[in-house]
């Protein structure tokens, strides 16, 4: 069974950072994009960043100002947030997409979620 636990959210003032980490766990064979994605409250989920390979992708909102990177060997992923604004605030959720596992079976799969409280 996969599962992705992530840590690292928080409240923080604007202006500040804070760093998000998410571990995949189980049967993994491999992962292809891992990402990511946010929702606010009575809104949609909105991506705010992935990685795959060597490329990243990033919301315009967050240009310039987060920053995902990998571990491949560990399966982690990292979002470094930083100059965070209230409009930040958000429920910070990870993907790992198209997921394979040790019985050649693919998925997609989230973690439960962390929050990110920004404050004025």
């Known amino acids: 069974q996969v599962q992705l636990v992530e840590s690292g959210g928080g409240s923080v003032q604007a202006g500040g950072s ?10 993994i064979l491999s992962i292809s994009a ?4 946010r929702q606010a409250p009575g809104k ?3 991506l705010v960043a992935t990685i795959s ?14 920053t995902i990177s990998r571990d491949n060997a560990r ?4 979002l470094q947030m930083n100059s965070l604004q209230p ?19 693919s998925n997609d799969y989230w973690g439960q979620g962390t929050q990110v409280t920004v404050s004025s």
């Open 18 to 27: 804070l760093r998000l980490s998410c571990a995949a766990s189980g049967s």
């Open 87 to 105: 409009e930040d605030t958000a429920v910070y959720y990870c993907n790992a997409d198209r997921l394979y596992t040790t019985d050649l079976q």
């Open 44 to 46: 949609q989920r909105e």
């Open 34 to 37: 891992m990402g990511w994605y």
């Open 75 to 78: 399966n982690t992923v990292i």
């Open 53 to 66: 390979g060597g490329r990243t992708d990033y919301a315009k909102s967050v240009k310039g100002r987060f």
